[in-house]
Structures are given as C-alpha cells and as structure tokens.
C-alpha cells in the first residue's frame, strides 16, 4: 500500500473511531440524557458506516456481513436525527407514536437483515434495499429541516449567539446532509470521500465543543453571579415559563433536568436557575413536581382503573417511592386519601 494510501486511510478512520468515542460519551452523560442518548445514536451510525466504507474501500472483498452491518446503521441515521431533533423542539415525549420512527426501521435492520442477508442476496442489498436505505436518510433528514424551520426563521431575528443550542443541532442536521451528499454523488468523487467528510466534521465539531464549553465557564458564570433578576423582568419570563409548562407538558418527562428545560426555553441554565431560586423561591424539582402533582390529581379522579405505579409513570415520576414523597410534600396528604377526600365532597350524581 503506498504512503498515500495509508495517509488516507488514516485519516479517515480516524473520524470513525472518535466517533465510536464520541458516541460512549454522550450516551452516558447524564444533563440533557435523552438528546444526548440520541444525538449519541447518530454519531454512532455515522461511526459504523464510515469504518464499513474505509474498509471496504481498501479491501473490496470484506466479508458481506460487514457491508450489510454498514447498510443497517445507514437506514438508523435518519430516524435518530429526527428523533433527535424532536427531543430538542420538546416534542418527542408527547406522543408514543413518535417511538414508531425508530421501531419500525429497527425491526426492518433485524427481520430483513435475518430473512434476506446480505451474503445471500446481494442483488436485493446492491438494488432496492441500497435506494431504499439511502433515500430514507434522505428524507429524515429533510423532516429534521421542517421541523427545525421555525427556530430557524426565529434565528433570523435574533442574534444567533443567543442559541448556541440551535446551531449545534442545525449543525449535526447539516453534517448528516453533507455526509449523505458525499456518499450519493461519490460516484463522480471518490468512495472514501464520505468517511473523509465525516472525518473534517468531527474535528471541526469537537474544536467548537471544546471552545463553547470554555466560552460558557468564564462568561456565562460572570453574567450571572451576582445579578438577580428585576421584578419587572421576571413577570414576563415566569408567564413564558408558565405558559410553556402548560403548553408543551415537559414535567411529563421522567428525565427532565434543568439544562434540558432551559435548552427548550431558549435560555441561559442560570438565567432560569436565578428566575425559580430568587423570584419563586422554589428548587427545579419543586417547581416540576408541582405540575407532576397537578397532572396526577387529574388522573386520580378522572382515571379509577389506573394503577397507581402506572399513574406515577405518566404524571413524569420515575419511581413510584419518588411520587408517594412528592405528593406527601405538596398536599400534605397520600394519593389514597386525596383522592377519597375528593370524592367525598364531591356531589352526588343526579339520577
């Protein structure tokens, strides 16, 4: 293999396998875990099909299990992008349908992948199961636009390092399209030439996280420190807070955290630390217990088959220990008493 050669596949595996690193990374951080878990799932993909592409671009013949282990990781992207960006309009937990995006092409990867393997029928993997695969990145990526258009247009009329939030995921989308374009139109190119992207967009990606991480210690912090927010500025951002508690129900999420809940405002972690520590005197797990608690007296009385671990799960609790503690706190009472008081005052129904 000449010098060249080996620079090259260096160079490209590298962005593969800081990928995979990346990927671990994320997956395990805790503030923000569902938008990292599937922003993780996307890097992780994009990992897989570009270490598939490296090898195959200098051993052709690889065994036909890695070609279809790349091709699946291919039809993942695009549902894990989306998803991705659902979580991070607040949208994903709304609906279990949501869920359905990533079933279904995970069923597809294992059921087709185990009826029709690659080693057996190449010609349906080289044919429509390749267009099909790689049309259907395509397209996702294209709902992630959609999706994203209004906080972009938002984007306009602002200034854009107010959300360094939404360019990071405009940036993941825009990656996963200039992957996309270099592995579709490789033909006119060269094949590596999509691994070599992937490669440029890590290192670029990992300098800005590296820059932003350092920008957000020294600056953010200082903003902050000593400066409580008015009066008169704090009544307009507890009605924006409390409309889009009300609105969008992100207490529902189990797993919701203070970035993650600032991140979908559009502010500064501190800035709405500040607004429920000083101006409602509340903790963020008060302040988010107190929906919880609100959605789950409604399920009391209005869901009886319910049972009552069930309940905890849907009113956003993550343990049923965690709801009895919680409900205690804000109403002095058990779920079972509230909900017999309740119905005890409640008027008889007219015959």
Not at 133 to 152: D, G
Not at 203 to 229: E, F, M
Request: with cysteine; glycine share 6%.
């Amino acid at each position: 293999m000449a010098i060249s050669d080996q620079f090259i596949l260096l160079l490209s595996g590298l962005g593969g396998i800081h990928g995979l690193l990346l990927a671990a990374f994320l997956f395990f951080r805790q503030p923000g875990a569902w938008s990292n878990r599937f922003l993780a799932g996307v890097i992780l993909m994009l990992s897989i099909r570009v270490l598939k592409s490296v090898l195959f671009n200098f051993n052709p013949d690889i065994g036909k299990q890695i070609l279809q282990l790349g091709l699946s990781a291919c039809l993942m992207i695009g549902p894990l992008l989306f998803c991705y960006c659902l979580q991070f309009v607040g949208k994903f937990q709304q609906s279990a349908l949501h869920r359905l995006h990533l079933v279904v092409p995970l069923l597809l990867v294992i059921l087709v992948g185990g009826l029709y393997p690659y080693h057996l029928n190449p010609q349906l993997w080289n044919g429509p199961f390749y267009k099909i695969i790689n049309y259907s990145w395509l397209a996702y990526t294209l709902l992630s636009v959609y999706l994203l258009w209004p906080k972009i247009v938002s984007l306009k009329q602002r200034n854009w390092r107010q959300q360094p939030d939404l360019l990071i995921v405009l940036a993941v989308v825009a990656g996963s399209g200039l992957i996309w374009c270099a592995y579709h139109f490789g033909a006119y190119t060269a094949y590596i030439s999509g691994a070599l992207t992937f490669t440029f967009l890590m290192v670029v990606g990992a300098i800005t996280l590296l820059l932003r991480v350092q920008h957000n210690q020294t600056k953010t912090i200082d903003r902050y420190a000593n400066k409580k927010i008015a009066t008169e500025t704090a009544a307009p951002l507890i009605t924006e807070l409390e409309q889009f508690m009300a609105a969008e129900q992100p207490y529902l999420d189990a797993n919701l955290v203070m970035p993650r809940l600032a991140k979908m405002l559009g502010w500064p972690t501190p800035k709405l630390s500040q607004l429920l520590n000083d101006n409602l005197h509340l903790s963020f797990n008060d302040f988010v217990n107190g929906y919880r608690i609100e959605h789950a007296k409604t399920l009391l009385l209005g869901e009886a088959s319910m049972k009552m671990d069930d309940l905890a799960e849907s009113a956003g609790f993550n343990s049923l220990s965690t709801f009895y503690a919680a409900f205690k706190k804000h109403t002095q009472l058990t779920p079972a008493k509230y909900k017999a008081l309740r119905l005890a005052d409640a008027p008889p129904a007219s015959a």
